[in-house]
C-alpha cells in the first residue's frame, strides 16, 4: 500500500513558478516509477511528466517539456514537479501517482496503481 499526499499548488501569475511536492508512505516507493497527471474542469485527466524508478529517466509532456522538471529524491520518498514559465492553461488539479514496481516509465493513467487527491494550480493573466 502506497499513499501520496501532493503540497505546494497555489495561485500564480502568468510566467511565474511553483514547486509541487508529493510525499509518499509505503516501503515500495523507490522500487516505483512516479508520475504527474493534472486535469482542469470539463477536461480528462492528462499526462504531465513520469520518472523511473531510479530517477535516471524522465519524460515530459509536449505542452510542458522545457518549462517543468520532473525529480524524485527516494531517501525523502518524495516526487516533485518544478513549474517555471507558467500558463493560464496550465490551471487544473494536479495529481502525483505511483506505478507498478520495477516497470518502466508510464504515460497513460491505468498504469498507475495509486493516487494522491490532488493540488489546486491557478495561473492568473
Known amino acids: 500500500q502506497v499513499q501520496l499526499v501532493e503540497s505546494g499548488g497555489g495561485l500564480v501569475q502568468a510566467g511565474g513558478s511553483l514547486r509541487l511536492s508529493c510525499a509518499a508512505s509505503?516501503?515500495?516507493?523507490?522500487?516505483?516509477?512516479m508520475g504527474w497527471f493534472r486535469q482542469a474542469p470539463g477536461k480528462e485527466r492528462e499526462f504531465v511528466a513520469a520518472i523511473s524508478w531510479t530517477g535516471d529517466r524522465t519524460y515530459h509532456a509536449d505542452s510542458v517539456k522545457g518549462r517543468f522538471t520532473i525529480s524524485r529524491d527516494n531517501a525523502k520518498n518524495t516526487v516533485y514537479l518544478q513549474m517555471n514559465s507558467l500558463k493560464p492553461d496550465d490551471t487544473a488539479v494536479y495529481y502525483c501517482?505511483?506505478?507498478?514496481?520495477?516497470?518502466?516509465?508510464?504515460?497513460?493513467?491505468?498504469?498507475?496503481?495509486?493516487w494522491g487527491q490532488g493540488t489546486q494550480v491557478t495561473v492568473s493573466s
Open positions: 509505503g516501503r515500495t516507493f523507490s522500487s516505483r516509477p
Open positions: 501517482a505511483a506505478g507498478r514496481p520495477l516497470e518502466t516509465i508510464a504515460t497513460r493513467p491505468r498504469e498507475y496503481d495509486y
